[in-house]
């Protein structure tokens, strides 16, 4: 997470259909901190299915946020219809929506994903002048024991094969 005393215009939180409690939880730390201004919260569209979907979603994460007392100015909730690379295609569609008002922003992602969403939302919001700093959390595993599990090497593995993918194609 950024210091203390480096407070970010925007966290951005990346969702699919919905948003990991987790996330959300480590956003609302950074702002009740004061080291953020206002969350931007994206949720992929393309997710969506009749059957299995969340209904209005955005309403009751708007609905929650309002309870603990954020305003609507705190807060900011975008569809985005993008598909694979999720990180990339989101990164960028934000880049363009997001206002000139907005000079730093902090990725909250955990612990396994910081790496190639800091990087990848580096490189598409620097023809805006925006300065991206990471903002991670602690899941399940880390450093010091990711192979002591299953989900820890399948994590590790999965993130250094996209690494490799978001490298080879110019995406970072």
């Known amino acids: 997470m950024p210091p203390t ?9 990346e969702g699919g259909q919905t948003v990991s409690e987790i996330k959300m939880t480590a956003s609302l730390n950074m702002v009740q901190a004061n080291q953020a201004r206002k969350i931007v919260i994206s949720l992929n569209t393309m997710e969506e299915s009749a059957t299995f979907a969340v209904r209005n979603y955005a309403a009751l994460l708007a609905a929650k946020l309002d309870s603990i007392g ?19 295609n989101t990164a960028r569609k934000l880049s363009d929506l997001i206002g000139n008002d907005v000079r730093s922003i902090g990725i909250v992602q955990d612990n396994f994903h910081i790496r190639r969403s800091y ?39 999965g993130e250094y094969v996209k690494l490799a993918f978001y490298f080879y194609h110019g995406y970072i």
Request: charged share 20%.
């Open 119 to 157: 990087l990848t939302y580096k490189k598409a919001f620097a023809k805006k002048n925006v300065t991206v700093y990471p903002c991670t959390f602690f899941i399940y595993a880390d450093m010091n024991n990711w192979w002591k599990s299953l989900g820890g090497i399948r994590r590790i593995f």
């Open 70 to 88: 954020l305003s609507e100015r705190q807060y900011f909730i975008i569809h985005i219809a993008v598909g694979d690379p999720f990180t990339y």
């Open 5 to 13: 005393t480096q407070t970010v215009d925007a966290l951005i939180v």
